[in-house]
Antibody, heavy 121, light 113 residues
């Protein structure tokens, strides 16, 4: 059974940093692209970053590029999102998700339960 | 960037009746070399993460009831729930994975009339 367990969400002040982790199990982690999607309170889904499995390329939404870094540690079956220079508008539930293939150009077939990041003074 | 729009914003349908949600992309999400449409539909119930229903515009995910179907090509897509059940109350999102940045539609809320 595929499981994705996010952690690291917290209350942080504007300008602060946070690192989210996503522990994966139930599949061959290194063989699949992984992504982060966020959802502000009461709002829709926003794609923010993806890391491919076939070439480890990474891509970002304009809203987070230069501030957020996605990475993966295949030996630990873990996906990360390093978030710097946080802003109030980054407040959201952050979902870790598995893509259907190794390529980044795949749909999402599994989602974690999400972790809440609140940016406020 | 590809912008996804959905209509309607919300709809209320009687139990057992058909629900139809439209999704449009600002440019084609169809790749001619493989004849695939890079379009997925997700269902999100309150307090839960999204769940994939349809991918490649019309392929139903394993375990998804066959009352859910997807159609369309190019820039225009439709999700149909042929006979609405109480457990289908949710927000439905389309997503394109043809071009980075990937993008979701704003969502359509489905309720029981």
């Amino acid at each position: 059974e595929v499981q994705l367990l996010e952690s690291g969400g917290d209350l942080v002040q504007p300008g602060g940093s946070l690192r989210l982790s996503c522990a994966a199990s139930g599949f061959t982690f290194s063989s699949f692209a992984m992504t982060w999607v966020r959802q502000a309170p009461g709002k829709g889904l926003e794609w923010i970053s993806v890391i491919c499995a076939n070439n480890d390329n990474t891509y970002y939404a304009d809203s987070v590029r230069g501030r957020f870094t996605i990475s993966r540690e295949n030996s630990k079956n873990t996906l990360y999102l390093q978030m710097n220079s946080l802003r109030a508008e980054d407040t959201a539930v952050y979902y870790c998700a598995k893509l259907r293939g190794a390529s980044c150009y795949s749909d999402i077939d599994y989602w974690g339960q999400g972790t809440l990041v609140t940016v406020s003074s | 960037d590809i912008v996804m729009t959905q209509s309607p914003d919300s709809l209320a349908v009687s139990l057992g009746e058909r629900a139809t949600i439209d999704c449009k992309s600002s440019q084609s999400v169809s790749y001619s070399s493989n004849n695939k449409n890079y379009l997925a539909w997700y269902q999100q119930k309150p307090g839960q993460p999204p769940k994939v229903l349809i991918y490649w515009a019309s392929t139903r995910e394993s375990g998804v009831p066959d009352r859910f179907s997807g159609s369309g090509s190019g820039t225009d897509f439709t999700l149909t729930i042929s006979s609405l059940q109480a457990e289908d109350v949710a927000v439905y999102y389309c997503q394109q994975y043809y071009n980075i940045p990937f993008s979701f539609g704003p969502g359509t809320k489905v309720d029981i009339k």
